[in-house]
């Protein structure tokens, strides 16, 4: 990866922080996640006549992508339905890129170097650490650490095929546009289930965050999946995850919450993981 891309990377990382922090300070997270997505649908809906359509060989990707995403929408609210969002978080976020550095050698032939690989495990390590509390030991927090393992294989799921499905698109904005404006439909007809008579509250009280939440969340994972028609994946994923870090200091800044020691260590280490992933580009 070269410094632009790691830098736009950075910036994606950045922009879903920020989303993210909407999700996270709403009352009803199940009913604002969807309605970032229904933006970011129809935004992406907007582009189609302008991007043209992806070639027919990454459409069974598509396809998959969006099966992969409703899972992990499932998985992420039933998370935290049961655990804290600081412990249940970070670890989903942690493990992906790992996963995606095992599996992307069979998927798509990329095997990192031992720098490379170190760079992604510390990474990787930094951010799952502020989920390492003493409690997540006991017996009660079972449920969540295996939901939140659950919700990193989705997201380490999506990414290997994504990443395979944008390269094969011939047109990374085409594959970009036709999966946001096809991918919010599984999550929105979940929640007109679920949540019918919260959606007109939700949209009164909070629909500012969720039109800029699904701008940025558009921007973000648009950003993400054109790196990865460009880079090798579990470098790629393992920037991407910064955000967990991005997203500590947004909720020590602007909600009041302490940042602390841990997540001073867990900076660090992911300072330095980038730093190793910069040092050993080609």
Same mark, same amino acid.
């Given at each position: 990866?070269?410094?632009?891309?790691?830098? &736009?990377?950075? @910036?994606?990382?950045?922009?879903?922080?920020?989303?993210? #922090?909407? $999700?996270?300070?709403?009352?009803? +997270? *199940?009913?604002?996640?969807?309605?970032?997505?229904?933006?970011?649908g129809l935004i992406a809906a907007c582009a189609l006549p302008w991007v043209g359509v992806p070639?027919?060989?990454?459409?069974?990707?598509?396809?998959?992508?969006?099966?992969?995403?409703?899972?992990?929408?499932?998985?992420?609210?039933?998370?935290?339905?049961?655990?804290?969002?600081?412990?249940?978080?970070?670890?989903?976020?942690?493990?992906?890129?790992?996963?995606?550095?095992?599996?992307?050698?069979?998927?798509?032939?990329?095997?990192?170097?031992?720098?490379?690989?170190?760079?992604?495990?510390?990474?990787?390590?930094?951010?799952?650490?502020?989920?390492?509390?003493?409690?997540?030991?006991?017996?009660?927090?079972?449920?969540?650490? &295996?939901?939140? @393992?659950?919700?990193?294989?989705?997201?380490?799921?999506? #990414?290997? $095929?994504?990443?395979?499905?944008? +390269? *094969?698109?011939?047109?990374?904005?085409?594959?970009?546009?036709?999966?946001?404006?096809?991918?919010?439909?599984?999550?929105?007809?979940?929640?007109?289930v679920l949540r019918r008579g919260a959606i007109g509250r939700t949209l009164r009280g909070q629909?500012?965050?969720?039109?800029?939440?699904?701008?940025?969340?558009?921007?973000?994972?648009?950003?993400?999946?054109?790196?990865?028609?460009?880079?090798?994946?579990?470098?790629?994923?393992?920037?991407?995850e910064t955000s967990v870090i991005i997203a500590a200091l947004i909720g020590a800044l602007f909600?009041?919450?302490?940042?602390?020691?841990?997540?001073?260590?867990?900076?660090?280490?992911?300072?330095?993981?980038?730093?190793?992933?910069?040092?050993?580009?080609?």
């Open positions: 990866m070269d410094l632009q891309l790691t830098l &736009l990377v950075l @910036l994606a990382a950045f922009m879903h922080a920020v989303w993210n #922090t909407f $999700v996270k300070s709403s009352r009803d +997270r *199940l009913t604002e996640l969807t309605l970032i997505n229904v933006v970011s070639d027919p060989a990454s459409w069974g990707y598509i396809l998959a992508s969006i099966i992969i995403h409703t899972a992990y929408y499932i998985f992420l609210v039933l998370a935290y339905r049961v655990g804290d969002l600081s412990h249940v978080y970070p670890l989903a976020r942690g493990v992906s890129p790992l996963i995606v550095a095992l599996f992307s050698g069979i998927v798509a032939g990329e095997v990192l170097n031992g720098p490379q690989l170190a760079a992604v495990v510390l990474i990787s390590a930094s951010i799952a650490s502020l989920a390492l509390i003493g409690r997540w030991q006991q017996r009660e927090h079972l449920k969540p650490v &295996l939901l939140a @393992l659950g919700t990193g294989c989705t997201i380490a799921g999506y #990414t290997l $095929v994504d990443g395979t499905g944008v +390269r *094969l698109s011939g047109n990374a904005l085409a594959y970009i546009a036709w999966l946001f404006a096809l991918d919010y439909l599984p999550l929105l007809t979940i929640t007109l629909w500012r965050t969720g039109v800029l939440g699904g701008m940025l969340a558009l921007s973000a994972y648009g950003l993400v999946i054109w790196a990865l028609s460009l880079g090798a994946m579990a470098p790629i994923a393992a920037l991407r909600l009041g919450e302490p940042f602390g020691r841990r997540r001073v260590l867990a900076a660090a280490g992911v300072a330095i993981g980038v730093i190793m992933l910069r040092a050993t580009a080609s």
